[in-house]
């Protein structure tokens, strides 16, 4: 019985910056964004949207696009390191939701949860319900990763921002690809990047009322929450690598290939946090695992980094990206940054790709290299099913990207800084955060949305 993805659905953020905006505003060279890491957009959040408001735009279109029946859906489980609450997952927020608008209890016996670990979470979240479905297979899944990618401004990762989501409906016998049950992992603790606990010294929080109900039980140092990462780009980089290449070497230890195992994948699908990301790092892979290998993984570190640098701008090289991975990268250029939702987009952006090229794929294979910081890599396959094409041409995808509307670099500044209290595209048939509760004591910070007609 095959198990797998059945159906996709997506909702991206509506507006963005161009990247030669951004890049001519903090004097870089354009081109080192666009052609260097393949960046032309930059989508962000409008006012009224967060990671709740994407997840459930996202879920809302694959129940209605797909006509699925709310009860058959067992359980929903997020991926996100966009969390709002240290509680309260965004899972149970969604579940709420999507009672307002397909009628009280639809969900009551729905399982509901948020898996974290950076940008790989919601492939944490994709293993496990397609175990779930294996084991009942008259039963359907929902993966949502849903996660807004926020950088300080003036921050190397700025350019990278992005804002959406991608909901996936697991089932069995699926329609668009089906994923075998053999995965590979690779997991090391380190910091290279993180969202901590910060702290603020009570007495130097001067705009805080007195009077405030809660004002007397603040301690000493008052932990706050920053939407905005602390990370390392050039180590965070190193570990991608060593993570992505040790699941790599491992799968296809566990899948006993014999040869190169990039070879029997038709597409390699990547987490991108910037477009050309994956074929900035697969380059090494690339040699060891060449039919002849073209490094043996024993020169001095120097001798073995000028080889890798000199092989990725190899003419063989760049016919692999253009083949295997590029089909990936387009959405992500338009879009930036989606974290969790970043390997799934590349997924159908790579359909589409191949749909407008006219390429069959029932039958081939594509591998998948997640990864998250903190850091871990997993390494998977699947095959692709007669359906694909249909759900590649359904789903519309760069007809969306194009109609997203730009905006000025005053407006972005003041969407980043929160200064911005209405939309800059009315929302219209979506969800959207309605209220912030800030009067009620036993309510106080609880989050209502509602849906736009």
């Known amino acids: ?66 006509h699925l029946n709310p009860a058959d859906i067992a359980r929903i489980y997020v991926g996100t390191e966009s969390g709002i609450d240290n509680s309260k997952p965004i899972a149970s927020f969604i579940v709420a939701l999507m009672e307002q608008k397909y009628g009280h209890n639809t969900f009551l016996h729905c399982d509901a949860v948020d898996l974290t670990f950076a940008c790989i979470g919601a492939v944490d979240a994709l293993q496990n319900c397609l175990d779930f479905v294996r084991l009942n297979p008259n039963k359907k899944a929902v993966v949502i990763a849903s996660d807004i990618a926020k950088y300080d401004l003036e921050s190397t990762g700025e350019y990278t921002q992005g804002a959406g989501a991608v909901a996936l409906l697991v089932s069995a016998n699926p329609r668009i690809i089906a994923i075998d049950n053999n995965w590979a992992v690779s997991t090391r603790g380190v910091f290279d990047f993180f969202k901590p606990y910060r702290t603020l010294a009570k007495k130097d929080i001067t705009n805080i009322e007195a009077n405030e109900p809660w004002f007397g039980n603040l301690e000493a140092h008052i932990e706050i929450h920053k939407d905005q990462p602390v990370f390392d780009g050039q180590y965070s980089n190193t570990v991608y690598t060593e993570r992505t290449r040790e699941a790599y070497f491992s799968f296809k230890k566990l899948s006993n290939i014999q040869g190169s195992l990039y070879d029997t994948w038709e597409g390699i699908i990547m987490h991108l946090p910037y477009a050309y990301q994956g074929r900035r790092m697969f380059s090494e892979i690339f040699a060891l695992d060449a039919a002849t290998p073209l490094l043996t993984g024993n020169e001095e570190a120097a001798d073995f980094a000028n080889r890798v640098k000199e092989i990725s701008k190899s003419e063989e090289y760049k016919a692999f990206v253009a083949q295997k991975l590029q089909p990936a990268e387009p959405a992500s250029s338009l879009i930036g940054n989606l974290y969790t939702g970043s390997i ?90 309605d209220k912030i509760e800030t009067e009620l004591p036993n309510l106080t910070g609880a989050r209502y949305y509602r849906w736009a007609e």
Do not use: C
């Open 344 to 433: 799934f987009m590349g997924l159908l952006s790579a359909l589409v790709v191949k749909a407008e090229q006219g390429t069959d794929l029932e039958g081939k294979k594509f591998g998948f290299l997640a990864y998250g910081s903190g850091s871990k890599s997993k390494a998977f396959q699947g095959t692709l099913q007669s359906g694909w094409k249909a759900a590649a041409e359904n789903a519309r995808l760069f007809e969306t990207l194009a109609a997203s509307t730009v905006i000025d670099f005053e407006t972005y500044n003041k969407l980043h800084k929160k200064e911005q209290h209405y939309s800059v595209v009315a929302p219209v048939n979506e969800w959207v955060l």
């Open 1 to 66: 019985m095959n198990t797998g993805i059945d159906a996709i659905a997506y909702d991206i953020a509506k507006i963005h910056l161009p990247i030669k905006d951004l890049a001519n505003a903090r004097n870089i060279d354009p081109d080192k964004l666009e052609k260097g890491l393949g960046l032309i957009k930059m989508t962000l959040p409008d006012a009224h949207q967060d990671a709740v408001v994407f997840g459930a735009n996202a879920l809302t279109r694959l129940i209605d696009d797909n």
